[in-house]
């Protein structure tokens, strides 16, 4: 009887220890993998705030701007409804925004004075909060961030919560032509969702957390001898997830509860690979709309950025370049023109040829574009916005590359981006037809487009055709 006694107690406190282990294992893993999801996800959406608050500072005239009266009717000045039509295109093509507005510095370090706030143009959101005008002051010493605007792009560290709901800011400097920075361009979105799924992920936390508890004493109790591979599997998989990789699946063979366990844990790295996923969505359609809100400044090649990132998707597709990442060079094509947004609506609707240094301005576009999605881009599609008119004989531009240091996707969108061009109508001439369009694409084989890419684009006509 002592014996056995002996034994039971020795069981016990080994599975105690167990249990204490596992718990600590799973509940400590689970923190830090809901942590840096957390931290992930709302870095993403500062990025892209950055990006957006960038790209509309490049739209204000900084000469008009300065010729608003800072008094209360100056809202009635050509100068400010002029500015101000432009900042509501951008709320209109960026629906997620609530407000954008311009400051520029006072005499007073920390008080800024208002040229312009998107409410006061009679939007919808500028009935959801009280009215700025021209020359009204703001105190926004206790916003680092948007004081930092001055000198580079920066976004709210973390949610402001104001009766008007939980709000995220990105500002960007609004530059003369000196280069100096006049003022600075902010713009808020409502972050309501993002706070709901911040709580919602911490709640699923915790039920995850007792969960597993739960099942580290079923299991401690049942199996205590048998239970150190499995969770060495889950640690493994936390710590995957953890450093970011939310593809990887923990794979336990077992009914019981750990299979349990890891089939919980599988979706929920399925559910975060999802969120993820969600947040990149969101990042291209809000880019999708910086395109369209190119293209509406150049009538001529409407829809041009749709056409040849179908078109490029399929010719990776007919290269072997497998689906997901055919989609993504698809996504980068559908961008590749996005460094336009800076340049004169005159230079890209001019009819005669392009002077000297009109053409300059205009070749500057594929360093611009990469710029502006330098935050959220990595650096194959980087690579694309920036090299999609280099030339396989070094002619292009803007660096000049030659055959291999050029990326096959870059050379996919190239070929996509001619052919678009050619069949399509423009400022300065009439389009050719698709045979002829053909004909140029074949002559420019070895010396402007790579062989291979063309002899793809070819089977993708013919197939359409």
């Keep these: 009887m002592k014996g056995k006694a002996l034994f039971y107690s020795f069981r016990t406190r080994v599975t105690l220890v167990l249990i204490l282990a596992m718990v600590t294992v799973t509940g400590l893993n689970n923190f830090f993998v809901y942590r840096f999801n957390l931290a992930s996800s709302f870095e993403q959406l500062r990025n892209s705030l950055i990006v957006i608050a960038k790209t509309a500072s490049l739209a204000v005239d900084t000469e008009t701007l300065q010729k608003i009266p800072l008094t209360q009717n100056g809202v009635q000045s050509s100068a400010y409804r002029e500015v101000a039509a432009k900042l509501d295109k951008v709320l209109e093509m960026n629906k997620p925004l609530q407000y954008i507005y311009v400051l520029a510095k006072t005499?007073?370090?920390?008080?800024?004075?208002?040229?312009?706030?998107?409410?006061?143009?009679?939007?919808?959101?500028?009935?959801?909060?009280?009215?700025?005008?021209?020359?009204?002051?703001?105190?926004?010493?206790?916003?680092?961030?948007m004081l930092e605007g001055f000198n580079a792009p920066s976004a709210d560290h973390e949610l402001q919560t104001d009766p008007w709901g939980v709000t995220l800011s990105g500002y960007a400097p609004v530059l003369g032509k000196d280069g100096k920075t006049v003022a600075i361009l902010g713009v808020d979105i409502l972050a309501d969702d993002i706070g709901r799924m911040q709580q919602e992920i911490k709640r699923r936390m915790v039920v995850v957390l007792l969960s597993g508890c739960l099942f580290c004493c079923l299991l401690g109790i049942l199996i205590a001898g048998s239970v150190s591979n499995p969770v060495r599997r889950l640690t493994e998989g936390t710590r995957q997830l953890a450093g970011g990789n939310l593809d990887y699946r923990v794979k336990v063979r077992s009914r019981d509860e750990i299979g349990e366990l890891a089939d919980s844990f599988n979706k929920m790295a399925a559910s975060l690979s999802e969120s993820r996923q969600r947040l990149q969505n969101y990042f291209f359609k809000v880019t999708q709309s910086l395109v369209r809100a190119l293209e509406a400044k150049d009538p001529y090649t409407r829809g041009h950025s749709e056409r040849v990132a179908d078109l490029a998707r399929k010719i990776a597709l007919e290269l072997g370049v497998g689906p997901q990442k055919a989609e993504l060079i698809g996504c980068a094509a559908e961008l590749h023109d996005i460094g336009k947004l800076v340049i004169h609506e005159t230079i890209l609707n001019k009819k005669e040829k392009l002077d000297p240094g009109e053409w300059e301005i205009l070749k500057e576009h594929p360093v611009t574009g990469e710029k502006i999605l330098k935050p959220v881009l990595d650096e194959d599609l980087l690579h694309v916005i920036r090299s999609h008119h280099e030339r396989v004989d070094g002619k292009g531009y803007p660096d000049g590359l030659r055959d291999e240091a050029i990326n096959m996707p870059s050379q996919i969108v190239s070929v996509a981006d001619a052919y678009d061009a050619m069949t399509s109508l423009r400022s300065y001439r009439e389009p050719l037809t698709p045979g002829n369009a053909v004909s140029e694409i074949e002559r420019a084989s070895g010396t402007q487009f790579r062989p291979e890419v063309v002899r793809a684009f070819l089977k993708v006509i013919g197939r359409a055709a």
Excluded: H, V
């Design 107 to 145: 005499k007073t370090p920390g008080n800024l004075q208002f040229l312009i706030d998107t409410e006061t143009s009679g939007g919808e959101a500028g009935r959801k909060r009280g009215s700025a005008r021209p020359g009204d002051f703001y105190d926004a010493s206790r916003f680092p961030e």
